[in-house]
């Protein structure tokens, strides 16, 4: 083992552990991660707590097979699913899309399953750069780099297998991009690669997931979290346990939950359609 790949072990970050109470796994191809930032962002504002946001990779084809639309973008060149995986496939885009338009975002099914690894050591470059409550503050340049390749990607407007894409956001968003390009082929590409290995190691199979690391002493069996539906619990956690113990539920954002909640005054005080 050379020095280089010691100092990398050395300084390699360990999946489960944080100087943050609470640890987020996302990937920029996963639609599900996509819905869940917002309404993590707004959990972690309004209880006034840091969380680390780190990268994770998905191996889509392992589990639901591969797939590549034409020039067109309408039509399936190449694939090699089974109609199970489509029929996977194509629910979790329609369950996704339902909670989208709720929250005016757009998500268009994607051209292939692509490579995020230069996303995610976009990610951990930032990071390099700020601390991890700096990282959570409103307008971070991690924050708005998250915001600018996901929002682009799922409209279709990002390649995420370019390096001068990525590259080209850092220097919008006022990122330091001196350095990105070496660190991408160096010693940003293997510590994503030993980051990716080590948290799958670690039981991290999917996005979003969130890691409690103080209850891993505790309560192990309230330490890994999967999906956002999760979030009340794990703000009941991240908060002292007070009251009892809420059930799985998906936030939307604050419009609509105004809207819903003047629906439910409405129809508690008896109102119907004439």
């Not at 990398?8 to 552990?17: F, Q, R, S, T």
């Not at 979790?92 to 995610?120: E, H, M, Q």
């Not at 670690?202 to 979003?208: Q, R």
Request: aromatic share 10%; proline share 5%; charged share 25%.
């Amino acid at each position: 083992m050379n020095q280089n790949k010691d100092n990398l072990v050395k300084d390699a970050i360990e999946p489960c552990k944080s100087d943050a109470p609470l640890i987020i796994y996302i990937d920029l191809k996963s639609p599900y991660a996509y819905l869940s930032i917002e309404p993590t962002r707004r959990m972690l504002r309004d209880l006034g707590i840091v969380a680390d946001w780190r990268p994770f990779v998905l191996d889509i084809p392992s589990y639901l097979g591969s797939a590549k639309l034409g020039k067109g973008g309408k039509k399936v060149a190449k694939q090699n699913r089974t109609e199970e995986q489509w029929s996977d496939v194509k629910y979790a885009y329609f369950d996704c899309r339902r909670y989208a338009n709720l929250s005016n975002k757009t998500i268009r099914g994607t051209v292939k399953i692509w490579n995020t690894d230069l996303p995610a050591i976009g990610m951990l470059w930032l990071k390099r750069f700020s601390s991890l409550s700096e990282q959570c503050a409103e307008g971070s340049l991690l924050e708005r780099f998250v915001d600018e390749v996901y929002d682009s990607f799922w409209k279709r407007e990002l390649d995420a297998e370019d390096v001068s894409v990525i590259l080209a956001v850092l220097e919008q968003i006022g990122a330091p991009p001196e350095g990105f390009l070496k660190y991408a082929q160096t010693d940003g590409a293997a510590l994503n690669n030993h980051l990716q290995e080590s948290s799958f190691n670690a039981g991290i199979y999917g996005v979003p997931t969130y890691i409690l690391p103080n209850e891993s002493l505790t309560d192990p069996q309230h330490e890994k979290f999967f999906g956002r539906e999760n979030l009340p619990r794990i703000g009941w956690l991240l908060t002292g346990r007070k009251g009892q113990a809420p059930d799985l539920a998906y936030t939307l954002n604050s419009d609509v939950d105004e809207g819903v909640s003047f629906l439910r005054v409405l129809l508690n005080q008896g109102w119907h359609r004439s």
